[in-house]
């Protein structure tokens, strides 16, 4: 089948660059899955998995707290804030932080209505967070 | 001419403030191998983020309503610096030569007429700024105690700059920081970030170009209006880190030659020390064979 680059990169490191089948990002107005090929796009991210396939299986989860992509034909690179393959995600650390973020939010009333979406957002990447790491 | 023991004395001191010197320069030489790593292994999201912003800024730069982190509030009356510096001394002319060349720039830019804001990353170059700035500093960040530095510290630095823009404090923003050339040089330097200072490519680029044709999801704005403020924290925390790398490398240096300059101490006490002691055995000896001769 034919494949793409795919490069997933942190402030803190470069996590993936190699040739995939398929990636499904977890765009902010729904998943999207990117096929060799895709028109050119840029989309910015939630907080949500990352799931790679090659060979007709998923090989590859990373959950990422939000981010942007950049989509052309025989590229895809992912600019995460922050991204962690989900079999190393620890639940005890995703509910800390989702307390955290609640707390924020709790706290955000009287902020601006873009710093509130902006705790918001936080809010659910950490939510997303917790459910993935139950499930992995 | 000393007496001998306090000569040993010495000699006991500058033989311990070698060790201690040494020490620091392993010390030294092994945090700034881990802060170079650091520094790049963020080089690829740098790199990426500018691609990106390049063929957004485009688009977008020509519309009226674009954001003011990019095109800047239109006056350019007052400077906001961010100086990054060192936390702690013992470094050579490290956090002098930054604190120095902020100095310089915020004189050029008051003898130009324009009002001077001061953020200081950084403990040592807020203490030098202190003395002949003190009304212009608008606030301190300092990262002491901590062992690294992550993108959630420099993030916070961000926001507050952009905070600070939101609020019209300023017109035009500066980073100041100490660039890495290389462990034995670190150049000071100065990068615009507001008004955004777009690659080079951007600006030569035809509209019809490749970059063109992206689609967007969701607008340009809303999409470049999340993308530059993550820049400014990127940006940031390059400087940031590249200030820990060349903090490291200074230092490793200083103390290098800081190591030297006691063995060279020691060797001219040593001699004195030997020389102090024949002397008195000489005097010594005279002595008892001039006092047998009276005999």
Known sequence: MATFQLELVSPEKLLLSRAVEMAVLPAAEGEMGVLPGHAPMIVTLRGGVIAVTEGGQITERLYVAGGFAEVTPDRCTVLADEATPVAQLSKAGAEARLKEAEAAYAASGSETPERRDAVMAKLLAARVAVSVAEAA | MASLKALRARITSVKSTRKITQAMKMVAAAKLRRAQLAAEAARPYAERMERMLASLGASVAGSPDAPKMLVGTGSDKVHLLVVVTGDRGLAGAFNTNVSRFARTKIRELEAEGK?????????????????????????????????????????????????????????????VYNRFRSVISQVPSAQQMIPAMLPATSATAAPTGPQALYEYEPSEEEILATLLPQNLAIQMY??????????????????????????????????????????????????????????
Do not use: H, W
Request: hydrophobic share 40%.
């Open chain 2, 115 to 175: 009002t001077v804001k001061v953020l200081s990353v950084g403990r040592k170059g807020a203490t030098f700024l202190k003395r002949e700035f003190g009304s212009r500093i608008v606030g301190e960040i300092s990262f002491q105690g901590k062992k690294r530095v992550d993108f959630g510290d420099a993030q916070a630095v961000a926001t507050r700059v952009t905070e600070m823009l939101e609020a019209g404090e300023f017109d035009v923003c500066t980073l």
């Open chain 2, 238 to 295: 390059r400087a940031i880190l590249e200030n820990a790398a060349g903090f490291f490398g200074s230092q490793m240096t200083a103390m290098d030659n800081a190591t030297r300059n006691a063995g060279e101490m020691i060797n001219k006490l040593t001699l004195n020390y030997n020389r102090t002691r024949q002397a008195n055995i000489t005097r010594e000896l005279i002595e008892i064979i001039s006092g047998a001769e009276a005999v």
